[in-house]
Structure formats: C-alpha cells, structure tokens
T-cell receptor, first 112, second 114 residues
C-alpha cells in the first residue's frame, strides 16, 4: 500500500521567515495530494491540495509543489505568523478511492 | 463545504463495553470514511463506509471490532466494540461531497477507555 514519509517532524521558525515541509510517497498511482492543518484540539482543516496534472499551486502565503518523477511534494509557507503554529499533515490518495494515507505530521512553531 | 457533526464529542468508557459514534452530514455525500488518531499521532484510516453494503476495512482493522453502518448518504455510525485502554483515541469521520473531491473532517470523538 501507499507509504507517505514526512519531514521534519518539528520545525521552529521566526515570524516572517519561510517554512518548508517535505513529503514523499511510494505509490506511483497516487494522484491527489492534500495538506491539512490541525490546531490543538481541533479537526484537521484542508489548507491546500494539488493534483498530479499540476506542478505547483499557490494560495496567498501558501504554496505546494509536486515532483511526480521523484514522488515528492512540498508545502511552502511564506511570511509566517504565530497563528501558523500547528501540526501540518500531508496525505496522498488515488482519486478513484479517495481514502487518504497521511504522513506523520510536522509540528510547526512560529515564534514572534 | 458540508457541515459534519459527530456524537458524542467525547466519552469515558469502561473496558469491555462498546460505544457507537454517529456522523451526520447536512447534505448528501459520495464517500464517508472513519479515521483514528491516537494521542500525538497521525490519522489512520479504519474503513470506508459504503452506503447499503458492508464497509471496506483497512489492514489491521476488522468488522467484529469496528462495525460500521451507513444506511443513507448523510449518516454513518462506527462502533468500537469490547473496548480496551488501547482504543483510547480520537475517532473522526470524513466525507467527500458529490460536487468536489476534497475531503472534509468531522470534529472528532475523543474516547478514553479506563
């Protein structure tokens, strides 16, 4: 089955700096890659997703890149703010099945 | 996005008992899933809840332990049977709507088994 690896497990940045989280996947059939943000005690919230026919997608301060050949995708957060502090999860799935395989998560801390 | 609710939001149960968790969506959805999130861990898919038929379970999860129902396109239940302390987790349902492929999560049910 699909195996999603996520790095780093923890990340601390200063406010205003950029943060990058990287994920790799094993199943070449995977073609949908969402990123979720989970604040303490809350449900995971989708922040951005990308499909395999696209190499990059951007939404304000958040961007995701996908390299299908290398089977890795990355989340980029620019101009980080303290409210970006949370656990971020990457995931992968084949659209036909929709079921998501999650990475282990990255705990991001943005210090003022 | 669809509005998803879960009941109960949390519970404390004794080992050996069973708990049924409900997931209700305010609109018809294509797919419904159940995930488990152990303390400080990632999300693990338990099963896909299929409308009108048996759920599809992931490796390591069995119907006798986690029976699932999905009688219609807006409702599903997950039962955690014969609970042990190792079942203490957050259980989340998620849905994929008819219109979009994006998956949204319910608020979760926090279960503590003593």
């Amino acid at each position: 089955g699909e195996n999603v690896e996520q790095h780093p497990s923890t990340l601390s940045v200063q406010e205003g700096d950029s943060a990058v989280i990287k994920c790799t996947y094993s199943d070449s059939a995977s073609n949908y890659f969402p990123w979720y943000k989970q604040e303490l005690g809350k449900r995971p919230q989708l922040i951005i997703d990308i499909r395999s026919n696209v190499g990059e997608k951007k939404d304000q301060r958040i961007a995701v890149t996908l390299n299908k050949t290398a089977k890795h995708f990355s989340l980029h957060i620019t101009e980080t703010q303290p409210e970006d502090s949370a656990v971020y999860f990457c995931a992968a799935s084949t659209l036909s099945g929709y079921a998501l395989n999650f990475g282990k998560g990255t705990s991001l801390l943005v210090t003022p | 996005s669809a509005v998803i609710s879960q009941k109960p939001s949390r519970d404390i149960c004794q080992r050996g008992t069973s708990l049924t968790i409900q997931c209700q969506v305010d609109s018809q959805v294509t797919m419904m899933f159940w995930y488990r999130q152990q303390p400080g861990q990632s999300l693990t898919l338990i099963a896909t809840a299929n409308q009108g038929s048996e759920a599809t379970y992931e490796s390591g999860f069995v119907i006798d332990k986690f029976p699932i129902s999905r009688p219609n396109l807006t409702f599903s239940t997950l039962t955690v049977s014969n609970m042990s302390p190792e079942d203490s987790s957050i259980y989340l349902c998620s849905v994929v709507s008819n219109l979009r492929e994006t998956q949204y999560f319910g608020p979760g049910t926090r279960l503590l088994v003593l």
